[in-house]
């Protein structure tokens, strides 16, 4: 059963929804965060499988393949890595190793846990990360956290649901302030 993993950048309150400019995925390789840069393309090795829902790929692949002079790497990552998009209504992905979910999300990615492959990571798409948080599919949660405070902005977690027991795998801090943590639920929980 391969790993699904949320990746997501949160603020020091809590916030995944970006409102403010707190977050630049370009500026993650400058000298202040090579140590940074340097463990997302950890993570991204150990993956194979890029999961999002549509208005995220939206977003990503109106921005990213048009970055011809990327020094993060996040491009080639991108462009490679075989993204899957949870969506009833788009149709073409127009973005190369793109599949398209449209049937019903907590079985189709029951399905891709149960194929051979690496870890499957889900960035961004709130509404998604509900979904499979409620449905129990997540293995691990990793968090980037950025020492800002936004004040507002959508969750990790649905309101009102409760995670009692998350098993701490790893946790380190950036040059830049930038800290990352990494759970996973508790098998007592």
Sequence with gaps: M???????????????????????????????????LEELHRQDRDADGFLVGRQTFEDL?????EQTEDTTGITEYLNRVQKYVVSSTLTEPGWQHSTILSGDPVEEVRALK????????????????HTLIGAGLVDEYRLFTYPVVQGRGRKLFPDGFELLGLELLDARSFRGGVTFTRYRPSTTS
């Design 114 to 129: 149960a194929q051979p492959g690496k870890d499957i990571v889900v960035t961004g798409s709130i509404t998604l990360c």
């Design 2 to 36: 391969r790993t699904l993993a949320i990746t997501q950048n949160v603020t020091i309150d809590g916030s995944i929804e970006m409102l403010a400019d707190w977050f630049d995925p370009q500026g993650q390789g400058g000298a202040d965060n090579s140590d940074l």
């Design 61 to 65: 692949r109106g921005y990213w393949p």
